[in-house]
């Protein structure tokens, strides 16, 4: 099963109630995926020189103890906190604070970075994951959100969605992959990292890699349709755009209801009852082996 | 009919909603309902068994109206995956659009959808009419054994796949057709059975001489006695 929502908003008055939208969403779709749950907020940063990173911290290591080291080796880094989550707020090129992190904290991981970005994900119901993460006071200008019912790999923050493997990525999947095994030993070799055993992640490196060579988020997704051997229906993020693709067997549902106001995804309609104006909006399912996208 | 019993989901739960119409007193004269806010849930009016009308206001979720028998229902939105799903007789009618799977391995009855079908619209049907305004996607008719479908749109990949005796009527462009389906040569009675079901579903905007028939070239279910080494 799984659940999959994503909502990409077109008019910039209603990022306030994001969260609370993205909240109803992960609601509805909690029945698909009762295992964990994780989302993935973009906002805008105006200062521009600012990175995020999405840290969970591990086996109950404290924040505390995370600041203490972390704010003897980097100055003027700012922290928020949210349940077992901190993003930190730094100037400091990314290479640097990634590679100290890794090295420095084996019960920190790094689940996402860029300048706009936060992701959070979390073992256990969604409507609990949403309650300890506050989701619905998030506001920002799109996000994307999965409800996992485990089939591939463990039950870990890890093995949960969204999947970030590049700067303001993410990607959630529902379905599996039956080629990732050797798509990941090819993306390997051009460089690419994974963390988890999981298909996803291997998805979502995919896109990282053809994303790094200049290729559009569309023109990526339209290849994997030739690449990525497997049931899906995606949703993919980037720091400005918004897409969705489903295989060509189409087993995998989605909707998509779309307003004046914004594009809402979700794999069952159920999950968008609660939008406003849904009920007037344009509803339809996405085709199998197109790509539909949104932003830039 | 009786007077009109308003059932809002907002207020009772689906499985009250479904058990009051499952249930329906023989003796009872109320037999029109309507259901509101249904907000996609599933299996909002399966299982229905005696003669009533139902009009659902909204978009509803999986396996709408499944199982139906005798009963008239109006889907006043769209469906989600399996609407009319084996239904037995009666009538089921979508005004928006429906979801993968609909009428499938549906027996009898009347499945009339005014928009389009997703994928395997009337997979494995057992002898349902199912009439499409638009167009279905992909697999439609996959193993179909009796009934017929008519659409008045295009049709998807492999369409009618593996068919056995179901005739399918199509109008527009048929993307491609599956395995042991061909297109055949309508007869007067088929074209009776055409020009019947376009009635049934008020479609008289069409002539039924538009359409193109299609059904199993019966190489791939029937013994051929050439093949006996096979066995």
Redesign the interface.
């Known amino acids: 099963m799984c659940g999959i929502v994503g909502i990409y908003l077109k008019n910039k008055k209603l990022s306030k109630d994001l969260g609370k939208y993205l909240t109803g969403m992960m609601q509805?779709m909690a029945t698909r995926g009762p295992d964990s749950a994780g989302f993935a907020i973009y906002s805008e940063n105006k200062k521009s020189k600012e990175f995020k990173y999405s840290l969970c911290l591990l086996n109950h290591y404290s924040f505390n103890s995370f600041k203490k080291i972390i704010t003897k080796k980097f100055k003027k880094l700012k922290f928020k906190q949210h349940s077992d989550h901190v993003v930190l707020i730094s100037d400091v090129e990314p290479k640097k604070i990634i590679s100290f992190i890794s090295l420095e904290f084996k019960d920190v991981s790094l689940i996402g970075y860029g300048k706009s970005i936060e992701i959070f994900k979390q073992v256990g119901n969604p409507n609990e994951v949403i309650k300890n993460f506050q989701l619905d006071k998030f506001s920002g200008t799109h996000a994307i959100g999965h409800t996992r019912m485990a089939t591939e790999s463990a039950i870990t923050t890890n093995g949960s969605h969204p999947y970030s493997t590049g700067q303001d990525e993410c990607l959630v999947h529902n379905g599996s992959l039956s080629n990732h095994n050797n798509l990941r030993r090819k993306l390997l070799k051009q460089g690419q990292s994974f963390d988890s055993e999981n298909d996803t992640e291997v998805a979502a490196g995919y896109v990282s890699n053809s994303l790094s060579k200049k290729k559009s988020l569309k023109e990526t997704l339209m290849n994997g349709l030739k690449d990525l051997d497997g049931f899906y229906t995606f949703i993919a993020g980037t720091r400005y755009g918004f897409a969705i693709v489903r295989d060509e067997i189409?087993c995998k549902?989605a909707?998509i209801a779309e307003t004046k106001d914004y594009v809402a995804i979700a794999s069952?309609?159920?999950?968008?009852?609660?939008l406003p104006g849904v009920?007037t909006a344009k509803?339809?399912?996405p085709?199998?082996g197109v790509v539909y996208s949104w932003g830039s | 009919m009786g007077e009109l019993i308003k059932l809002d989901l907002k207020k009772k739960t689906l499985r009250e909603v479904n058990d009051l119409l499952q249930n329906l007193d023989p003796k009872s004269n109320l037999r029109n309902y309507l259901v509101s806010n249904p907000t996609g849930n599933h299996a909002v009016c399966a299982g229905l068994k005696d003669e009533m009308e139902v009009l659902i206001k909204g978009h509803v979720g999986y396996y709408c109206a499944g199982m139906n028998q005798k009963a008239l229902i109006t889907i006043e939105g769209n469906v989600g995956t399996g609407v009319a799903e084996n239904m037995m007789s009666g009538i089921v009618h979508v005004k928006g659009n429906a979801s993968q799977s609909a009428g499938a391995t549906a027996h009898g009855g009347t499945l009339i959808v005014d928009g389009n079908t997703s994928s395997r619209c009337g997979i494995s049907m057992k002898g349902i009419d199912i009439i499409v305004k638009g167009s279905v996607g992909h697999m439609s008719a996959f193993m179909a054994q009796a009934g017929n479908m008519v659409v008045c749109g295009d049709a998807g990949e492999a369409l009618g796949d593996s068919i056995y005796e179901a005739k399918l009527f199509v109008r527009g462009f048929v993307k491609s057709l599956g395995a042991d389906c061909e297109e055949k040569k309508m007869n007067k009675k088929d074209l009776e059975i055409l020009k019947s079901l376009l009635k049934k579903a008020n479609i008289n905007n069409f002539d039924a001489k538009d359409f193109k028939m299609y059904g199993s070239a019966r190489k791939l279910y029937n013994f051929n006695i050439d093949n006996v080494s096979e066995y």
């Open positions: 509805g189409a549902p909707v069952e309609f159920q999950a968008m009852a609660h009920n509803i339809f399912e085709e199998p």
